[in-house]
């Protein structure tokens, strides 16, 4: 492929903070971008050269969309698959349409990661009362009933103890597919960020742990502590990941640490990444840009840390907070210009640096 050259333009299809800020490192390097996106107030449109205000199923926009841009992006999973095949067949789309049809449908993701005998929760599908019944016999309890699609942040997932919660489950859920998946007694929950350039090369990001509140991740630790076998096996299972997927792009892998010590992969994410905010200021290249670099064909960019970090989201009316973290030394504060401050909504993050090595042991689990 010919590398997109500065002057160039990248299409980026989603308008939130991760638009917003593939955007700004977009400007950073010499490209012009332009945002797709059905919301009118979408925070991406603040920091772009040009966007289009469209569904994403308006052919006619995305033809128009196409027209502009060298090579088209998307910032989060649950763009139409239509969508991403249409657009394909009119200028590059990266990462491909073929994984993020796989990615966004949790029974398709499970079953394509264990195939590559990498682990992962138990499940089995859900699509009737019997097979919930069937499915429940299989699992055990407790497990996890999640819709197949559509889901994030906890939504569209529900803990089940009996066979009779999860046919419930599956009504409330609208008798839409699901997914049955064990309950992992975890010690951790942590995440591996990667990239997989135009030319094959191969980069990830130190493992970092995440602490969730109410389904919502609430604090990022880079790096995650603990030994080095557990940065080499997330770099391995990120690495199969990408290479199976024939992936171009920014891709986050979410994982389990068993109480064994094993990683097991929970989602994955085809997009940069909320527990990859913390690269932003504490690498030389942060996800942002590698994504970038990766979908125009430019090299990668360096990966390494070069300071510890605690990423803190700010949730809702927490983003009035913000003189209080700017007073704060070695603290960044990154607000994504939302104007509605609703409870659990994430409306900025902030980044504390600490030296390497040094970041304090209350974090520590």
């Not at 920091?47 to 027209?67: P, S, W």
């Not at 103890?161 to 699901?178: K, L, M, S, W």
């Not at 980069?203 to 880079?222: F, K, P, Q, S």
Request: with cysteine.
């Amino acid at each position: 492929m010919h590398p997109v050259a500065p002057g160039g333009t990248v299409g980026i299809l989603g308008g939130g903070q991760l638009g917003r800020m593939l955007a700004m490192a977009a400007a950073r390097m010499g490209l012009k971008v332009v945002v797709f996106a059905p919301e009118r107030d979408s925070p991406a449109f603040q920091v772009a050269g040009a966007h289009i205000v469209a569904a994403y199923d308006d052919q006619m926009a995305l033809q128009r969309f196409a027209t502009q841009v060298d090579v088209i992006t998307y910032e989060f999973e649950n763009i139409p698959g239509d969508t991403g095949a249409f657009l394909a067949s009119l200028k590059p789309v990266r990462p491909n349409p073929t994984a993020l049809a796989v990615i966004q449908n949790r029974i398709g993701e499970k079953a394509f990661v264990q195939k590559l005998g990498i682990g992962t929760a138990p499940f089995a599908a859900v699509t009737s009362e019997e097979s919930a019944r069937a499915a429940f016999v299989t699992i055990g309890a407790p497990a996890v009933l999640k819709t197949s699609r559509l889901g994030y942040d906890g939504k569209g997932q529900r803990m089940v103890r009996a066979v009779e919660d999860v046919i419930a489950g599956f009504e409330t859920f609208g008798r839409v597919e699901c997914i049955l998946e064990g309950f992992i007694d975890f010690k951790r929950e942590m995440s591996v960020v990667a990239a997989r350039g135009a030319d094959g090369a191969v980069a990830c990001y130190d493992i970092v742990e995440n602490l969730h509140g109410d389904h919502i991740l609430r604090t990022t630790l880079a790096p995650a502590k603990g030994p080095q076998r557990l940065k080499a096996e997330a770099n391995k299972i990120a690495s199969r990941l990408l290479e199976a997927f024939d992936y171009v792009g920014v891709m986050a892998v979410e994982l389990f640490e068993a109480p064994d010590g094993r990683l097991l992969v929970n989602e994955i994410a085809p997009r940069v990444h909320n527990s990859g905010h913390w690269t932003i200021d504490g690498c030389t290249v942060s996800q942002f840009e590698q994504h970038i670099r990766a979908v125009c064909g430019w090299p990668l960019g360096d990966v390494t840390r070069h300071s510890d970090a605690v990423m803190t989201n700010l949730l809702g009316d927490e983003v009035n907070a913000w003189r209080t973290h700017a007073a704060l030394p070695a603290t960044a504060v990154h607000l994504y210009g939302k104007t509605d401050a609703r409870q659990g909504r994430k409306m900025g993050h902030v980044t504390q640096l600490y030296p390497l090595g040094t970041r304090p042991d209350a974090f520590e689990r």
